[in-house]
């Protein structure tokens, strides 16, 4: 955490609103006093992402991402914490206070970084458009490839020879360090050259659709034909995916995603209306690369060439998509026919022809994997036991145990032999838990937390006894008890406990954030819910040794308790609840 005054955290939450920020990714929907949404952390069909306009809070109920306005632009756009406070600053006009603890020398550094890289994008695109630029027009001419696309995608030119980039940004020394740090000059033995030349040009995004780097693609002869920027501070190949910012969006409102080899089939997609294409960047899929693949969208297509170089690509992609694997996603593998890419047959057949290639040609995971075992085996009896030692090597890595236990069946079934290895290797090893787990809540400790969060003029009313209901948890306790002082501080019941104990414990935003847009608790659960804490505490309180003098009104007090939930629960019956 950086260290920014909490008045003026305050101050920025207190001038932003978390549904606009939220509402640009997300189609949100009044439901009560929350907003309803579909989750843009993970892929779902009905709405359970919620946002609390009041609380400025949100809380996905499928998949547990919580927080307020700092975490959404942190998880779901990539922003630092510094990076979303001072975004916020400086949407509300708020001058962000100097942190000694943050060198401004690297702070500058990073900024100038961007800078660069974007000035640099823009310099290629004038580049493209100015006589120099022939060439490469006259290839995306040829490529059939649309003006707004060029524009849209940053699409520009690297002229011939040397001195291009001192051009735009001046020839010192420092700034030739600078443009090196970046990947845009390499330093030989007579000093420093653009490493970029008479090469078409694609601009590379982050998440949060900054430019990062570029892709150069060779006009005419010449190697290598693609040529990127080198690994830098800035720019990583196997993080990113050619296209992610430019169609993050529209992937998760069509529900659908097609990953391709280049640039240009991305491109050539986008320009036919599917602007659901990603590309690695030259490089194989890597498993990160996967896992925000299926983040976006729990159907996507992989797409490959035909050819024997595109079957080994997919091998690849589903050895390194195996660990990953759940029974709700649904991957499909399309081969191309021999010869084509996306862009070619979406030039020949059109975008009808090429979505119905996309439902109708291609095959799910499993399919693709039993198929492909069987050509890397062989036929006979020799090929029947390869796959069936190869598929238990495989199996092993997956972590999702119901899928392995079904995919094993259907390898048994397809080669007669009983996977062995397998099934003792699932045994010892059980199912990792990769989820950090909160602290464990029952459910009525949980609601009886959110019927407090949810009304914080509740905790004023609370027994005393109420004060060592969370006694024995560690995690809970602190902030339980916080609520309570800041409850007796509070200038008036409007004061936002939930906003301020969010902040004061930010390890606990999520689950704050989970009680808060969870279904209200109206009073006579309330009721219910206090009663059977109080009754769990007496109960605690028994196991760890009462005095007969403290038992016997323990006891009076649990039958109470018990005659007291009837009638409430006769209450609820009558008001139809
Ligand atoms: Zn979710």
Known sequence: MAHFPPAFLDEVVARSDIVDIIARHVELKKSGSNLMGLCPFHHEKSPSFSVSPDKQLYYCFGCGQGGGAFQFLMEHDGYSFPEAVEYLAEKAGLEVPQDSERSPVDEARQKHAYDMLGRASHAMSRALDDEQGAKARAYLEQRGMPADIIRDYGLGYTPFGYGFMNKVFGNDARTNAQLEAVGLLFKGDHGYGDRFRDRLMFTIRDRRGRVVGFGGRVLGEGEPKYLNSPETDWFHKSDLLYGYSEHRDSIRKARQLVVVEGYMDVLGMAAHGLRIGLAPLGTAIGEGQIREIFRLCDSPVFSFDGDRAGRQAAWRALERMMPLLKSELTPRFLYLPEGEDPDSLLKAEGADAFQHRLDEDSTPVLETWLKGLKLLAGQGADGRARMAKKADTMLATMTDGYLRQAWRQEVEHATGITLQQARRRMSANPDASPDQKPPELNAIEERFMASLIQRPERIGHLPDLADSFFIDNAFISPLYSRAFSMKAEAEDDNTDIARQLAQEFPDSQTMISRW?????????????????????????????GLSLAESIPAQTRLREIKKEQRILTEQLHETGA
């Open 516 to 544: 808060v847009n969870q279904a209200t608790v109206q009073n006579i659960e309330f009721k219910s819910l206090l009663l059977d804490m109080e009754a769990n505490d007496i109960r605690r309180r028994i196991k760890r």
